[in-house]
């Protein structure tokens, strides 16, 4: 099989290791390459690959929207989200699809089989791209009440406007939703802040959070981020952000191959390779 993926910057992605894994792992024959193109190469990069040999895709920023227009046909999540991460080719017709979402849910009730009840209450911090693909993937699960908090908040009332039809969630500033964590199932944490260079950085605080609770951060560099480490003091119960990656992956494979995987048969491995990254 013909994989790859396209993106800017993508040198450091973990994807090929992932991929050629699962290729080995099901006895198939392949190569997944990296595409790497700025803005101005994209069109070009895109024609190539609708004309090439290649059997479907994955597409990390800055492309996930971009890449819209050069598809012929969308899964139900990618036309809800407006934005694609994998892609399959079929004989050159291209159909695109969101797996980040369901990675997030499958990697969380791999941990957590208890998560994601209807009756929980969950607090999204963020409001861009991953925030949106998660609150949809919970809402697929039922969960009802869904709060999301931001800096900036009108992205978050966006969010919660755009996917949720009637009103049981809230938009909130990132200081509302620190004072009344108490009430939150699982807090989710989807921005950028706790990598590098804001690594020493929680966007919020997390006093007063049940000992219950579940707090997630999609962040995987560092795999225990500040904010986890705060968690950790609270006596929480932690999410790491590596499933997330990992799961989406196998779900991606599973649309090119036709071949689902246990998660839990690469993530020992999976964890090794991060470790020594
Ligand atoms: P992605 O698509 O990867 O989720 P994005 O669309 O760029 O990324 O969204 C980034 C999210 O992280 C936003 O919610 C952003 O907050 P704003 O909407 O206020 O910009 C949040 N974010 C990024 N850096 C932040 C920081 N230093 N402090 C607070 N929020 C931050």
Redesign the pocket.
């Known amino acids: 099989m013909q994989l790859g993926l396209i993106g800017y910057p993508i040198a450091h992605s973990l994807s090929p290791w992932i991929h050629h894994r699962l290729l080995t792992m099901h006895g198939i024959e392949g190569e997944y390459s990296l595409y790497e193109c700025n803005p101005e190469q994209f069109p070009d990069q895109m024609e190539q690959l609708k004309g090439s040999k290649i059997n479907g895709f994955n597409v990390t ?1 800055p492309y ?1 929207e971009k890449i819209i227009p050069y598809l012929d046909e969308l899964d139900e999540a990618a036309k809800f989200l407006g ?1 694609v991460n994998t892609v399959k080719s079929d004989n050159g017709r291209l159909i695109g699809y969101n797996t980040d979402g369901r990675g997030y849910a499958a990697s969380l009730l791999n941990q957590y089989d208890d998560a994601l009840k209807s009756s929980d209450k969950v607090l999204i ?8 693909g998660i609150f949809y993937a919970l809402l697929k699960h039922g969960v009802k009440k869904i709060n999301v908090a ?3 908040v009108e ?2 009332q966006r969010v919660i406007e755009d996917l949720q039809a009637h009103s049981t969630s809230s938009a909130l500033t ?1 200081q509302q939703a620190e004072e009344d964590l108490s009430q939150y199932d699982l807090i989710i944490q ?4 706790g990598m590098a260079p ?1 690594k020493n ?1 929680t ?1 919020i605080s997390l006093t007063g959070i049940n000992a219950n609770t579940i707090v997630s951060d999609i962040v995987y560099r560092p795999k225990k981020t500040s904010l986890l480490k705060e968690a950790e003091r609270q006596g929480a119960r932690l999410h790491y952000g590596h499933g997330m990656l990992l799961n989406q992956a196998i779900l991606a494979f599973e649309i090119w191959s036709g071949k689902s995987t246990a998660a839990s048969r690469i993530m020992t491995a999976f964890e090794e390779k991060l470790k020594g990254e």
């Open positions: 920023v996930k934005a911090l963020g409001s861009g791209g991953a925030a949106r931001n800096r900036t992205k978050a990132l989807t921005t950028s802040v804001e950085r966007l």
